[in-house]
Each structure stands twice: as C-alpha cells, then as structure tokens.
Nanobody, 120 residues
C-alpha cells in the first residue's frame, strides 16, 4: 500500500492563496524526493517544485514562474509534503500532482491530482 494523495485544490481568485497537501502512505516521504507537477489543458506537464533530503541537508527547487510565490515544505510527523501557493495567477490553473521524483521521469509513485482554478 504505497500511495500519494493530493488535496487542497479549488477555485480561487487571482491574488489568492491555496495550500496543497501530498499525503504519503506506505513509505516515508522524507526518504525520497517529492516533486510537485502541474498540467494545464493542451500543455505538457511541467515541474513546479521539489524537496529532497540527503545527509540531513534538505534541498528545495522551484520553476522560475513560481519563485517567490510558492513554498514547498514537509512535515515528517504527518508524512505530508505541502505546497503553499500565494499570489495566484490565472496561468497557475492546472491539475497539480505530487510524485516521488524531481525530474518527472516515468515510474515511481504519483498521486491522482487535484484541480487548481484561478479565475475572477
């Protein structure tokens, strides 16, 4: 029973905020890179952010379009990775997925996705 389950998506106005959750079960999220990805209609899937820990040092990455607006974090007790999304823009509208990868390569564990819609 190895799963990732996203939640927290919804409809928000431009400039608003959402916090997405990626709940891991059957494995420790801290033992793997956990990435957030998104896919909008008619567009390719793109990497949004990733968190990974090696030797006690945690690394964070963000695609340029979300730097300064989004923050990735991990709660090891809850075994959950979060994506805090502030100053949301219509172009952030997409289905957001989390996965056990920073690169988006095939395989690994992927969640079912959660819809984020930014519209006035």
């Amino acid at each position: 029973q190895v799963q990732l389950v996203e939640s927290g998506g919804g409809l928000v106005q431009p400039g608003g905020s959402l916090r997405l959750s990626c709940a891991a079960s059957g494995f420790a999220a801290a033992a793997y890179p956990i990435g957030w990805f998104r896919q909008a209609p008619g567009k390719e899937r793109e990497g949004v952010s990733c968190i990974s820990t090696n030797g006690g040092s945690t690394h964070y990455s963000y695609t340029d379009s979300v730097k300064g607006r989004f923050t990735i974090s991990r709660d090891n007790v809850e075994n959950t990775v979060y994506l805090q999304m502030n100053s949301l823009k219509p172009e952030d509208t997409a289905v957001y997925y989390c996965a056990t990868t920073c690169s988006g390569r095939a395989g690994g564990v992927w969640g079912q996705g959660t819809q984020v819609t930014v519209s006035s």
